[in-house]
C-alpha cells in the first residue's frame, strides 16, 4: 500500500482568484503551516512508518502532564492540533525532530489533494433535513403528519425496527473526506493553501490536506489549456468564425 505525506492546517474561508486561463474560480484558504514534527514511527520499533505532527501553539496552562512530557522531549512548544500522519520508510528521512516542514516539500501546486475534516454540526434534525425524505401532501385529510418518516415497521413481523432505518436524529459533525481536490497556488510567505472548490468544516477548523490517493502522479489540465481545436475541413460542420457552408457561399453578397 503506497501512504501519502501530507500536512495540517486550519480552514481560513472561502474566497476567489483568476486561474491562468483567466476563469475566475472559488478556492478555500486553508493555513497549513508552521508543522511541527514531534515524533517519528519507525518499522522497527512500532511496526509502522509514519510523522507526528504539531499544528498550532496551545498554551501551557491547557496543557496536561503527560502531554508536556512529549512536547518536552521534542522540544517543541505545546501543540493544540496533533495527527500522525503515514509514510513510506524511505521518506522518514526526510522529516526530522523538531523541524518545521516546509510546504512544497509536501505538495506541488496544479496537483490533485484529499482534505480530511470534521463537518459542521447541525443538531437534532427530522428525516426530511437528514435524509432528504419528501414528507406528506399538505392536503385536507392530512393531519399533523407532515413532516413525518412513516411506519417504521410491524409488532407482528418483524415486530422490532431493523438497524440502520433512516430516522431523525444526530446531524454533522462527522469526519468527512473529500477527494481529488485541485491545488491551484501555494503560498510559502504565510503559508496558505489555495484549493479549488470546498472542505468540510466551518472556519478555523482544523483539516489535513494530503497528497491525492487515486490521482497520484496525475497532471491537472485547466478548462482551456487543452490542445486547440482542429478546424474541420467539412464545410458543413465549419464553424461560424473559421469557415463557411455551400449554402452562405452560392449565395450572393449584398449590395
Known sequence: MAFRTGLLGKKIG????????GDRTSVTAIHAGPCVVIDKMTPDKHGYSAVKLGFGEKPLRRTSKPELGVFTKANVPPQRFVREVRLETGDLDKFEVGQTVPLTTVFAPM??????????????????????????????????????????????????????????????DDKKTIQNLVLLEIDEAQNLLL????????????VVVRNAKKKTGVKVKLKGQGEPEVKSKNPMKASKAGGTTKAAAAKPAKK
Open 195 to 206: 484549493i479549488q472548490g470546498s472542505v468540510p468544516g466551518g472556519r478555523n477548523g482544523f
Open 14 to 21: 472561502i474566497t476567489s482568484i483568476f486561474t491562468p486561463t
Open 111 to 172: 496537483s490533485y489533494v484529499d482534505v480530511e475534516g470534521v463537518s459542521k454540526g447541525k443538531g437534532f434534525q427530522g428525516v426530511m433535513k437528514r435524509h432528504h425524505m419528501p414528507g406528506f401532501r399538505a392536503t385536507h385529510g392530512t393531519h399533523e403528519f407532515f413532516r413525518h418518516g412513516g411506519s417504521i415497521g410491524c409488532r407482528l413481523t418483524p415486530g422490532k425496527v431493523h438497524k440502520g432505518k433512516r430516522m431523525g436524529g444526530h446531524m454533522g
